[in-house]
């Protein structure tokens, strides 16, 4: 998690960082596990909402959530702060949308896009990780990309996977396409990484979308990520078992790189917290480091957090000077 880290800066003046405090990220995965790096040092988890089982209480039977929700908020508990998340303190809301083997549905999906609308102001959400996509058929006439341009248009930060079709043109997933979210590949798509079941490298999604949008916006580390597992047969009942060390799982793909951009943009929100999402996302076209690969692979580039502080502390200079 450290290499990742450096690659996007993020541990650029950690000590002085509210490092999430004050910001709720809201996770539409496979579920949410209640892994120490969440719960032990304080509870950080404020609400969990299953579209598929109904369960009251968070759990993921896949892992997926789970590795996700670490590389944003893990605080290290249980590795002695070796894998450490990029926005620690911030809080979590686990939304289940996908099933135990990370298939779902469109409707869950979307039920789960409003759910976090309607209670953004209740649980202090703004920003929400889609680390989920389909192959785009709509372009920007969908369901979903309509869903989550509403999310957006609320002031959340919405951050989407670029998905995993690469290397062909077009191949960013839905809701990926959207104009208006955050799209993030995989800056380092070239090595051969275990993805589910199968091998595969430059996997990455490219752009540009069906509807010619320039596509992903940034791109971050997707490449063997350690972070947070889970306990897949621990299921949430009045008396259940729950595993006290989960312990860590690798994993690889735009899913990963995601949550990494997602974590960064947590710190900066709890440290600029009048920012807003149309800001962010302007400010972070300008940094960026150029990888070299052609824009339809890279978009704007690689994140960089230390540019990012860099431009925002300008921008708001320069704010109340105008």
Known sequence: MDGAKRTVNSLWKE??????????????????YPHNDFVKRADRILAFKDFIDGHGQPYDNNGHG????????????????????????????????????????ISDVLAGIQWVIDNKD??????MNLSVGMEDFEG?????????????????????????????RGSITSPGIS???????????????KIQADMANNY????????????????????????????PSYLPRKVGYLT?????????GTSMSTPIVTGVLARVLSDFPDLSNRDLKLLMK?????????????????????????????????????
Not at 15 to 32: C, H, N, R, W
Not at 122 to 127: A, F, L, Q, T
Request: proline letters at 3%; a neutral charge; aromatic letters at 6%.
């Open 15 to 32: 000590e002085e960082s509210a490092l999430g405090g004050g910001v709720t990220v809201a996770i539409l995965d496979t579920g949410l």
């Open 179 to 193: 104009r208006k979210v955050i799209t993030v590949g995989s800056s380092d798509d070239m090595e051969a990484v």
């Open 244 to 252: 006290d060390r989960a312990g860590y799982i690798k994993k690889s």
């Open 66 to 105: 789970t590795h996700v929700a670490g590389i944003i908020a893990g605080d290290g508990y249980e590795s002695d702060g070796k894998y450490c998340g990029l926005a620690p303190k911030c809080k979590l809301v686990g939304i289940k949308v996908l099933r135990k083997d990370g298939s779902g549905n």
């Open 286 to 322: 300008y940094s960026t480091n150029d990888l070299g690969f052609p824009q339809e692979q890279q978009g704007w580039g690689l994140l960089d957090l230390k540019k990012l502080y860099g431009n925002i502390i300008r921008f708001t200079n320069q704010e109340k000077t105008t």
């Open 204 to 231: 990455s999604g490219r752009g540009p979308t069906k509807d010619c949008i320039k596509k992903p916006d940034v791109v971050a580390p997707g490449c063997n990520i350690i972070s947070c597992h889970c306990d």
């Open 140 to 168: 920007e006439s969908s369901a979903l990309v309509k869903s989550v341009d509403v999310a957006w248009d609320q002031n959340i930060v919405v951050v989407c996977a670029a998905g995993n079709n690469g290397p062909n």
């Open 122 to 127: 209740k649980y202090g959400i703004k920003v």
